[in-house]
């Protein structure tokens, strides 16, 4: 709770009483009453300005120099050959290369919009305690375990091993334990120490979309085979 | 001056009516919106539709092909001659609806999408696909092989003529 | 000489009518300009200036409502050349390509400035988490957020239809599909949003409804949220830890 003095005066236009309750769940901007500020007009109205602009000229030459695909008249009889969603559903489609339609096109990604929504009602997330505060021994073994198991069950659950999201899940695993094995004595051990287990949480969830996704756009082709971008060129 | 309404003094038979008129103005409420949303749900379920009918005229039996598979790319389906009979499967892959192609040099059907294979009966030799590609039922008119592309029998049924 | 035109334009009961403030050359009509003008009161008069510096949050919301701006701008102009039928949607295409003065341009610009605003929606999603931003007061505001960025989603998937090529037939025949999957309900789901059994003209003018009307609809009734939300919890997120000085 901020610190406040309680001035009493006679006149009630010099020093006004102040009674002020701040209560648990404050406002931050009640908080900090030293920060600096401007004012909006014209500070932040221009600096979103040249935000704005920047970004229309950027669209701009993106669009005078790059046209958008169009191809043939649809052709409900003819499936092209590889058919790609737009970018931001291949991580999807990659999974539906695993799972059945139910997992990878219905349940996967209720699953993942559900945990999104109910990220801030999580105590684990609101605290962010660093992850090797305390109990070292207990959290590399079961961060490994824990990471062993969920590798297990992304190698044998699918049609094929699902390795868009093995080799994240094991990098991320290491990079975890690294600070429980050797310690925080370097600066980005340290760094790495100080991090969260939500922090860690969420970052493996992007590495997994990030890696289907570019799997998905760059190394699929047709009859969604493995490809290699730089030998055959990217399918869309 | 505020009409403070929460200190009101009401007699017991006014709280009561009070009560059940808000309790039936709800009620109607209620109704009125669960009848909008019905309303508005059966308006976007269309009574009428203009699409391809379901039974499409195939081929003659004495035209289909022995060893291979005949396909009629605007209606989806695979035509096949069987011992003793003919049948007809549908094109339609049944991971996500992709249209797939018969490859004859390998004699397999593969699907462009999620990479599903079938054999030329349809089953599933491999990808994906969670089903084998189903039989469409098959009956002779006018002398022609009829498919009904919305009515599925069992994986091996043969019409026999 | 310039200044005097300008203040007989400023210094007029008609101007004065329209902008309720002077010239924003004093602290007080600086603030008046913040306070009296619709498009700007969503703004406190005055902001922290460590909250808006660039690289605190790299302006990634309010480039996604540039990003919405430009789209609104581009896709309306697009509406006057273009018929939701088939074949007629895709020939509409190819006149934007061969008979519309800046038909391809706008085009362009509309179909990048959907990536794009894709691509920072979530940027944004991933910024405000590692913030920490979605603490209370504002857990509420980050669930609106996941909605926006579902909308703005489900926006550039139904618009990916509209020019009913074969890329954007395809898409949109195993999109659906997928909805078919859902246990027990999957096979009407699928109807409702196709209008019919397959992909076809029913679908392409449901999908143009919802592109068009319904969902942008949605999206600027969210983003009016949104913002709102993040004003009445103090504006942008600040650690509060952080030290009130900016360095510079």
Same mark, same amino acid.
Request: charge should be neutral; proline fraction near 7%.
């Given at each position: ?236 | ?40 749900? =059966? !308006? ?8 391809? #009918?379901?039974?499409? %005229? @195939?081929? &003659?039996? $004495? ?53 599903? =294979? !079938? ?8 990808? #994906?696909?969670?089903? %084998? @590609?189903? &039989?469409? $039922? ?24 | ?248």
């Amino acid at each position: 709770m901020a610190e406040f003095e309680l001035e009493r005066g006679a006149d009630a236009r010099k020093v006004p009483l102040r009674l002020l309750f701040v209560q648990a769940d404050e406002r931050p901007a009640v908080e900090e009453e030293d920060a600096q500020v401007v004012m909006s007009f014209p500070h932040l109205v221009l600096r979103e300005l040249i935000a704005f602009l920047a970004l229309l000229l950027f669209l701009v030459a993106i669009s005078l120099l790059f046209d958008a695909p169009l191809e043939e008249l649809a052709n409900p009889d003819r499936t092209p050959n590889p058919a790609k969603a737009p970018w931001y559903f291949l991580g999807l489609q990659e999974l539906l290369h695993y799972y059945p339609p139910v997992v990878a096109g219905v349940l996967l990604p209720g699953l993942i919009v559900g945990c999104l929504m109910i990220i801030p009602y999580f105590v684990v997330n609101l605290e962010r305690a660093p992850l090797w505060a305390s109990g070292r021994v207990t959290k590399v073994i079961a961060i490994l375990l824990g990471s062993v198991g969920l590798v297990a069950v992304l190698a044998c659950s699918g049609a094929h091993p699902l390795w868009p999201a093995i080799v994240p899940t094991i990098l991320i695993a290491l990079l975890m334990v690294l600070p429980g094995l050797l310690g925080t004595g370097t600066r980005t051990l340290a760094w790495i120490g100080s991090r969260s287990l939500p922090f860690w949480i969420f970052t493996w969830f992007l590495a997994v979309g990030l890696a289907l996704t570019v799997v998905g756009i760059f190394f699929r082709g047709p009859g969604w085979t493995l490809t290699l971008p730089w030998r055959d060129g990217i399918y869309y | 001056m505020l009409v403070d309404d929460l200190r009101m003094e009401l007699t017991p038979e006014e709280l009561s009516r009070r009560k059940l008129l808000g309790l039936v103005g709800s009620g109607c409420l209620a109704v009125f919106l669960a009848g909008s949303g019905a309303a508005i749900g =059966q !308006f976007m379920w269309p009574n009428v539709l203009f699409e391809e #009918p379901s039974k499409v %005229p @195939l081929l &003659r039996p $004495e035209d289909v092909a022995s060893g291979a598979l005949t396909t009629f790319a605007r209606h989806k389906v695979f035509l096949a001659r069987a011992p003793g009979g003919f049948f007809a499967f549908t094109s339609v892959c049944t991971h996500l609806g992709c249209v797939t192609n018969y490859d004859q040099a390998l004699g397999k059907i593969l699907c462009p999408c999620h990479g599903s =294979q !079938f054999d030329l009966s349809g089953r599933v030799l491999g990808g #994906p696909a969670p089903r %084998p @590609l189903p &039989r469409l $039922e098959l009956t002779l008119e006018k002398g022609v092989l009829v498919a009904d592309t919305r009515k599925f029998v069992e994986p091996d049924w043969v019409f026999k003529v | 000489m310039f200044g005097t035109l300008l203040n007989r334009l400023i210094e007029n009961r008609v101007f004065r009518s329209i902008v309720r403030h002077g010239f924003p050359d004093s602290n007080r009509n600086r603030s008046l300009a913040s306070f009296t003008n619709f498009f700007l009161h969503l703004q406190p008069v005055k902001v922290r200036l460590k909250a808006i510096e660039f690289t605190r949050t790299f302006y990634l919301g309010g480039l996604s409502l540039a990003c919405l701006l430009i789209l609104s701008i581009t896709g309306v102009l697009l509406m006057f050349y273009y018929h939701p039928s088939v074949p007629r949607a895709y020939d509409d295409m190819k006149d934007l390509e061969f008979v519309v003065s800046q038909g391809v341009f706008l085009r362009n610009m509309h179909r990048w400035a959907a990536h794009l605003m894709v691509l920072l929606v979530s940027l944004h999603m991933i910024r405000v988490f590692y913030a920490g931003a979605y603490r209370p007061p504002r857990e509420f505001n980050w669930v609106i957020g996941v909605v926006l960025l579902l909308f703005t989603v489900l926006l550039s998937y139904t618009g990916y239809l509209l020019p009913w090529d074969q890329l954007a037939y395809w898409a949109v025949t195993v999109g659906t599909n997928m909805a078919r999957a859902v246990p027990a309900i999957g096979e009407e789901m699928r109807f409702l949003m196709l209008g019919g059994h397959t992909v076809n003209e029913n679908a392409l003018i449901r999908f143009y409804v919802l592109h068009c009307v319904a969902l942008p609809a949605a999206l600027f009734l969210g983003i009016a949220i949104h913002l709102w939300r993040v004003r009445k919890d103090g504006g942008v997120y600040v650690e509060p830890g952080e030290g009130g000085e900016v360095r510079g």
